[in-house]
């Protein structure tokens, strides 16, 4: 999680650096400003200016108040190179009283200070951090975080910052991720750079491209960057399309494997009998040239009854199930191997919205 939470704050830093002392930045809580800073006072929370570093700012994850005096608070920043920050800890005492262990970018590491009725950190070495805002704060569900290298990571409250953060400096379409695969190449450019080890990164720098509109990364693949893409049933926009479902394998088999047109290998006496059997041979990657879902003889039921339906048709040599999607069977076809579990794994991803898009009909649950 640390090095999830670093490349959050880059994406912080990026979007408050700009902003003048004293000007607050983009707030999403439903809260007035003189209340979050009357909740600033009662314990440290938000964001932060540094007198001794003007244009720097620095971010203190409020106390949920569910322990008593002392609390411990994750503090981070940079020192004007936003390429470069560091993480802290603050302890708070009962009397508003605050240290903060600055030892990881080389400074004091018991530096004491105290919080003013303004709002404002003052520090024993003459530093002040003037109070700007609260961090946004949005309730949202983990897979939105998209950022985690680790899917099965808990969204805390910075991770909800975020994402609510970078939806609306990046103009990303709320709700929704890239987590299944684009066929075809679907997102085009293959970004090939030793600095893209993350999704955050991978995102940080399609953000920051006007000819980026998607992208994807997952450990295996790296990072994408592409144009505009139609995801699960839209049918508005362009030709590259991304499946609206995560990554599944398949369940399948060759009835008849054939060389130079000729069968060699035959199936069907055991694969067809009454009693199920798994596949010798499983097709676990997607087969192409299957042709349309099936749904005589119940077939997109389950993988037995999809079975089944190819047996009874003497024109079957290949099937494949999947729950989400049912049954498929044709001929001869075209099958590609899976290589390994972490093809089967979702992607992270977003896109950027399309003012002329209208997005319908629906992915199947994005908005």
């Known amino acids: 999680m640390l090095v999830a939470f670093v490349a959050g704050i880059l994406l912080l830093v990026r979007l408050f650096g700009s902003v003048a002392a004293g000007v607050d930045p983009v707030d999403a809580s439903p809260l007035p400003q003189q209340q979050l800073r009357e909740a600033a006072i009662r314990s440290p929370g938000g964001v932060y200016a540094d007198s001794n570093h003007p244009g720097a700012r620095r971010f203190i994850v409020p106390h949920d108040g569910a322990s008593p005096p002392p609390t411990m608070l994750r503090v981070a920043g940079h020192d004007g190179d936003a390429a470069s920050p560091w993480e802290a800890t603050l302890v708070v005492d009962g009397s508003m009283h605050v240290t903060i262990d600055l030892s990881a970018k080389g400074g004091p590491a018991a530096l004491r200070g105290a919080v003013r009725p303004s709002g404002d950190v003052a520090w024993s070495d003459g530093g002040v951090w003037p109070y700007l805002s609260a961090l946004p ?133 055991r694969a067809c009998g009454a009693t199920w059997r798994s596949p010798q041979k499983p097709l676990r990657g997607q087969c192409f040239g299957l042709g349309p879902r099936r749904v005589a003889m119940a077939a997109s039921m389950s993988a037995e009854k999809c079975r089944a339906a190819c047996c009874a048709d003497a024109k079957c040599e290949t099937w494949q199930f999947r729950k989400d999607k049912g049954c498929f069977y044709s001929g001869g076809v075209t099958c590609r191997p899976a290589t390994s579990e972490a093809e089967f794994r979702p992607f992270a991803g977003r896109r950027k919205r399309v003012a002329e898009r209208t997005y319908t009909p629906p992915a199947a649950g994005s908005v």
Not at 209 to 231: E, F, I, K, P
Request: aromatic share 6%; proline share 6%.
């Open 137 to 269: 704060t949005v309730t949202l569900p983990r897979e939105r975080i998209g950022y985690s290298d680790d899917a099965s990571a808990a969204a805390t409250p910075l991770d909800a910052t975020l994402v609510a953060l970078e939806d609306a400096r990046c103009g990303w379409r709320s709700r929704e991720s890239l987590v299944g695969p684009c066929p075809g190449g679907g997102l085009g450019q293959t970004v090939r750079s030793a600095a893209m080890r993350s999704a955050a990164q991978c995102a940080a720098s399609c953000c920051d491209l006007a000819t980026c509109t998607s992208w994807q990364w997952r450990r295996d693949a790296g990072c994408h960057h592409g144009g505009d893409v139609r995801l699960g049933m839209e049918k508005d926009g362009p030709t590259a399309w991304c499946e609206f479902d995560p990554p599944f394998p398949w369940i399948g088999e060759r009835l008849l494997e054939r060389s130079a047109g000729a069968v060699v290998v035959d199936r069907r006496t």
